[in-house]
């Protein structure tokens, strides 16, 4: 049996928690190219990784039966965390996220959308999971909120969205690509189903590199970092391979997309002209891809 902290690390997802930075960083980064002044991430951080967390959490406890029989060693199923205290942690972050985001964010609409995220972190963890279509595409509107929260707590709702959103959208995109992997590894993989999911992956950093080019800053290092991530993700591209996934577990690709979240953001962050909080987004992506290897992600 695991030791507790290690049973909390791996039910709260905590290789994955850094990428919460990095969708941050993009937002707050866009905000400022577009007006200047605003919270530093450091002020933001505490509600996304509430929310981050009380997700996760919640995840565990509504997965619990499906988890004792297809992965029996996770923490719940498991017996070293009881579901009640899951359940506790989950609500527990996600009321709190935005009690944190209206003490510690100026205006009046950044805790706003901290509770939307969280409502709609609930919504995910209805019936709608289960559905190939709802469920992803929420799951992408969840990760598109944490980056656009980050450009509303600098600029206000309005200004906030409409300089963030292209990028949120391209970010989101790739989430419900990379969900739609993930969901293939507790049954007999829908290749098809998968190989949507990369192709959706793909399209996002493309998009997004687009987005970016018109932003008119660092579009160089915004064009590095994106051709960087595409090659990291040619491994995904066996999927396509004839008799795929053959010998690789799914676990393999979802572990792949999943690690590589941060670059998508990170690129933002350099093309907005905020380097520093690109540099963050890079140690970010540097975390997850070392934590992943210790903390199954998925």
């Known amino acids: 049996m695991a030791s507790k902290p290690a049973a909390f690390a791996a039910l709260l997802r905590l290789s994955l928690a850094p990428t919460v930075v990095a969708d941050l960083a993009a937002g707050i980064a866009l905000a400022l190219a577009a007006q200047g002044g605003g919270p530093t991430l450091g002020r933001a951080l505490p509600v996304a990784l509430l929310l981050f967390c009380g997700g996760m959490a919640l995840n565990g406890f509504v997965d619990r039966d499906h988890d004792a029989q297809h992965r029996p060693s996770r923490p719940i199923p498991s017996g070293t965390i009881a579901p009640a205290v899951a359940l506790l942690l989950a609500l527990a972050c996600l009321a709190g996220a935005p009690l944190?985001?209206?003490?510690?964010?100026?205006?009046?609409?950044?805790?706003?959308?901290?509770?939307?995220?969280?409502?709609a972190i609930v919504a995910y963890h209805t019936p709608l999971k289960r559905n190939g279509v709802v469920g992803p595409l929420l799951l992408g509107a969840i990760r598109a909120g944490d980056l656009l929260m980050g450009a509303v707590a600098v600029a206000g709702l309005a200004r906030g969205v409409a300089v963030a959103w292209p990028v949120a959208?391209?970010?989101?995109l790739y989430v419900v690509g990379a969900s739609l992997v993930a969901h293939e590894e507790d049954r007999i993989p829908r290749v098809g189903r998968a190989r949507f999911g990369v192709v959706l992956a793909w399209t996002a950093v493309a998009a997004n590199l687009l987005v970016l080019l018109l932003l008119g800053h660092h579009v160089g290092i915004a064009a590095l970092v994106a051709a960087w991530e595409l090659v990291t993700l040619r491994m995904s591209l066996v999927l396509f391979r004839p008799g795929a996934p053959g010998r690789v577990p799914m676990s393999s690709f979802a572990r792949l997309l999943l690690s590589r979240l941060p670059l998508l953001p990170m690129a933002a962050a350099f093309a907005a002209g905020g380097d520093d909080l690109g540099v963050l987004a890079l140690v970010a992506?540097?975390?997850?891809?070392?934590?992943?290897r210790f903390i199954p992600p998925t």
């Open 100 to 119: 944190v985001a209206r003490a510690l964010l100026p205006g009046d609409a950044a805790w706003k959308v901290a509770a939307a995220i969280a409502g």
């Open 169 to 172: 959208a391209c970010h989101g």
């Open 285 to 292: 992506f540097c975390l997850v891809f070392v934590l992943v």
